[in-house]
């Protein structure tokens, strides 16, 4: 994004005019009032990515206090919200304090409370013990009169825990779905609460031994794509890093589970679509552009036009099924609970997919009594007989020994995507 200088005089008009509108709010209202800025030192008040940690730092004071007004002001100046909170003052600043210390990038925000007026200006509750500097950990003051960093440093470090957040919270976005997936219940022929579906050498406990230890490979992998961008990396350089990311991935879950293949398709799959959320954001772009990114990666370093199956041929075409089945568990989710919806949108995917675990085991035969039973049960129309059907399905599965376990990661990837939009995109990119 092209940053927008603001003058010293600007700045000291933007903050008079927050301060009176404080006092306004105050007077009005007779109540607490807390004012959230982001701290930019410079000219530039606000940088690639700020709006939209602001805008999710909002929400989290709507959800820490009882919040009766509140309300948002966006400016190249500066963005800053004030909320009329029902508490009193200082269980107010404790909850604030809280938030800003919850997490690194809370350190970017000032969170001022007020209560009453002071010398017909308003009163702040002070804060116990000093701001720390981001870089150094000295105090902030300090650091700030003595000029010890620069300003281009201080602002790439601020941008740089910008990015970290963001990272984060992709990678509990991917760990989230991993456990969302296999706690979904009943799954024909899968792990689930109910049972080890067809397998004999995995249950639950291996999907949550193996989730936790590919969850720091998603931030590693987000963060790479991060990094790719301030190294102006082609994309093939890009996906050449990420491939040695994914391989020490499968190294971590085949150490956790003692050497059962729980989740090496979903590494793969949410592992790209996560590269993808990030280059949707650095490009300033909307939740839908994050499939054709990721698709982009794959296509980088395809060689020639050997077919592709799984996993693959999905990423090559956009994760179409993965879209569709994101799309289909929220519409289902108007009319059921979570999981029932994820149970109802697998059913879907057997009839859509040629997965080739079902192959594997049971060949064209076993591909086909899935699709007919999926069909059939189907046809129940979303009732309460479904699940009972399901259950039916389910024990016939483990019968057969078949699993669909391509149709367990499209699942997942779904539930990945559906977390993403909620938890990132829609609190809205509107910095171009």
Do not use: W
Request: hydrophobic share 40%.
């Amino acid at each position: 994004m092209e940053y927008i200088a603001i003058s010293l005089p600007e700045i000291m008009e933007h903050r008079e005019k927050r301060t009176m509108r404080t006092a306004e709010l105050i007077r009005k209202h007779q109540s607490t009032v807390v004012c959230m800025s982001m701290n930019f030192i410079g000219e530039y008040k606000v940088l690639k990515h700020s709006r939209l940690i602001f805008n999710m730092f909002c929400e989290k004071v709507l959800r820490s206090t009882q919040v009766r007004f509140h309300e948002v002001e966006y400016s190249t100046f500066g963005d800053y919200a004030h909320f009329v909170c029902e508490e009193n003052p200082e269980a107010v600043k404790a909850k604030m304090c809280k938030l800003e210390e919850s997490c690194e990038v809370g350190r970017l925000f000032d969170i001022d409370v007020y209560y009453g007026m002071e010398n017909d200006s308003p009163a702040k509750i002070s804060r116990e013990g000093l701001r720390k500097c981001l870089i150094c950990d000295k105090p902030a003051i300090e650091c700030s009169r003595s000029r010890a960093h620069g300003i281009e440093a201080v602002r790439s470090h601020s941008i740089d825990i910008m990015k970290r957040h963001l990272a984060t919270l992709i990678s509990e976005c991917a760990y989230d779905s991993l456990i969302s997936e296999v706690e979904t219940t009943p799954k024909p022929g899968l792990v689930d609460k109910n049972n080890n579906g067809s397998h004999t050498d995995m249950n639950i406990n291996s999907f949550y031994a193996s989730s936790l230890a590919i969850k720091p490979f998603y931030y590693d992998m987000a963060l790479e794509t991060f990094k790719s961008f301030d190294n102006n990396l082609s994309i093939f350089e890009l996906m050449l890093r990420l491939q040695a990311i994914g391989r020490a991935a499968e190294t971590a879950m085949m150490s956790a589970t003692n050497g059962i293949n729980t989740q090496l398709g979903a590494i793969y799959t949410i592992g790209l679509l996560s590269c993808g959320v990030v280059m949707s954001l650095e490009h300033s772009q909307c939740f839908d552009a994050i499939p054709n990114y990721a698709q982009s990666l794959v296509l980088s370093v395809k060689v020639g036009d050997i077919p592709s199956f799984g996993a693959r041929f999905e990423a090559e075409n956009a994760f179409p099924n993965i879209l569709a089945t994101t799309r289909r568990i929220q519409i289902l989710n108007n009319e059921h609970n979570f999981n029932n919806s994820c149970v109802f949108a697998l059913l879907e995917i057997m009839l859509l997919i040629d997965d080739t675990n079902v192959l594997r085991r049971g060949g064209e035969s076993g591909l086909i009594f899935v699709r007919e039973q999926a069909k059939r049960i189907l046809e129940f129309n979303y009732s309460n007989e479904m699940l009972k059907a399901v259950l039916d399905f389910d024990n016939e599965m483990i019968r057969r020994n078949l699993s669909p376990g391509g149709c367990a990661d499209i699942l997942a990837a779904a539930i990945f995507m559906l977390n993403i939009k909620q938890r990132i995109f829609e609190y809205g990119y509107t910095q171009k």
